[in-house]
């Protein structure tokens, strides 16, 4: 199996019948529930906020394949230009509920997007959200809830131009407790259920099980200093075809570190971890690691109006389209944000990453190589509110990836301009 063949079977996976039928009913069901939380909010001595908005953006991107520059489109899409030009229009509703020391969160999106030229890659999704941040006393909080998305995969991770839909839900639930006035215990488990639409790549539907702790001691007024363990467990229900044998990509992973949290009510905030990371999987040993992890991120916010932030990482990548392998991430992030007026922020983001795929099992047996891909990005963001209920916001994105695999590298350069209307009912 070619590498950008196995590439594009790498990411599509299944999802489960009556997506839009599912989303439908939970609209409706909010629509039902919301006129009523108002009144309840107010009832318990806070008020609710029920914001139903509606959104259109206009995008227009130069490599909507990211296909590279030195490949004719032609035998690849049957089309000359790589490029297109789409509208999505979104509409939804979020709610902000207070209930005495609590608080409920929920958010119901609707998107759906128009190609003018790829007509194949029309698509409706959806954005469900809901969580439960409670509170026990003044020493005792979390956060429980739930995501349900439904989207268009990339094509940088593809390495096809086949659209592959991409469903992802998660449940969580985090808290904690204060137990001293210098220490404090936190806990949190998670699981995430993520499938896709292409039957050549069942192999890659996943179940991923987590439990963290973390204790930490206060150092001064807003530091602190922690040590922090966690356990991962990933299931795949269908096996990897390699030759005519299906390989488990099942695995458990260990990590555990420090953590520390410095400074978080002062102009200089810093957030870093370093951690020893094992994964063990149930086949193929050989791919077996233990690396260390570290991820650095220093906020600098030397005025009201303006903030710096800069990460710098050599970290696992927490969430990828493509599961049955990981991705090490290293390099340097940028983010300038700068609060011009009460209603204009300029915002911009720089990146210069190395991605590294490690653990696939055709890579292990010498039948694919590692694939290893340097990503350049810059993009800014100019956000105008003139009014509460309305935003304006225009962007501009560019990208250069190298790799070493055919099909992984190419340029893009996207640009789109969203218009978002907001009515707030208190």
């Keep these: 199996m070619s590498g950008p063949q196995r590439g594009a079977a790498g990411v599509r996976q299944r999802v489960a019948g009556g997506r839009g039928g599912r989303a439908a009913r939970l609209a409706c069901a909010a629509l039902l529930i919301l006129p009523a939380l108002p009144a309840l909010g107010q009832d318990a001595g806070g008020l609710a906020q029920i914001t139903p908005f509606a959104d259109e953006t206009l995008t227009t991107d130069d490599n909507v394949f990211r296909i590279p520059n030195s490949v004719d489109p032609v035998p690849l899409i049957g089309y000359p230009a790589r490029g297109d030009t789409y509208r999505t229009t979104s509409a939804g509703i979020t709610a902000d509920v207070p209930v005495s020391l609590q608080r409920f969160d929920l958010s119901a999106t609707y998107n759906g997007s128009r190609y003018d030229r790829f007509h194949e890659l029309d698509f409706d999704g959806y954005d469900l959200r809901g969580s439960w941040l409670w509170q026990v006393g003044r020493n005792l909080s979390g956060e ?3 995501t349900d998305t439904h989207s268009l995969a990339p094509f940088a991770e593809l390495l096809s131009v086949t659209p592959d839909h991409l469903t992802a839900r998660e449940a969580f639930a985090k808290g904690t407790w204060l137990f001293t ?3 404090k215990l936190y806990a949190g488990a998670d699981q995430l259920v993520q499938s896709n639409t292409d039957p050549a790549g069942l192999y890659n539907d996943v179940t991923v099980n987590s439990f963290e702790a973390t204790l930490s001691r206060l150092n001064g007024p807003n530091d602190w200093l922690g040590l922090d363990a966690r356990f991962e467990s990933g299931h795949f229900p269908n096996g990897e075809p390699v030759g005519t044998e299906l390989i488990d990509n099942g695995y458990d992973q260990y990590s555990g570190g420090l953590v520390l949290d410095w400074g978080a009510a002062t102009p200089s905030h810093l957030l870093a971890r370093a951690d020893q990371v094992s994964r063990r ?7 077996d690691f233990d690396l260390t992890t570290v991820h650095v991120e220093y906020t600098w916010t030397p005025t009201d109006k303006l903030a710096l932030t800069g990460i ?4 696992i990548s927490p969430y990828e389209y493509i599961r049955s392998s990981i ?5 340097l992030v940028l983010r300038p944000l700068w609060h011009v007026t009460p209603t204009l922020d300029l915002s911009a983001d720089l990146e210069w990453v190395d991605r590294n795929y490690l653990a696939d099992p055709l890579e292990t047996l010498g039948i694919e190589p590692q694939r290893d891909d340097h990503v350049y990005t810059m993009s800014a963001l100019l956000s105008y509110t003139p009014i509460r209920q309305l935003t304006v916001q225009l962007s501009a994105f560019h990208e250069q990836r190298t790799s070493n695999i055919a099909l992984g590298g190419y340029l893009a350069d996207v640009y789109w301009l969203k218009v978002r209307l907001q009515l707030p009912i208190s």
Excluded at 281 to 287: A, F, G, N, S
Excluded at 312 to 315: E, G, L, T, V, W
Aim: hydrophobic share 35%.
């Design 181 to 183: 006035p210098d220490w």
């Design 144 to 146: 429980v809830g739930f």
């Design 327 to 331: 991705v090490l991430i290293k390099g």
């Design 281 to 287: 999987y149930e086949e193929l040993p050989q791919r």
């Design 312 to 315: 710098a990482q050599r970290d």
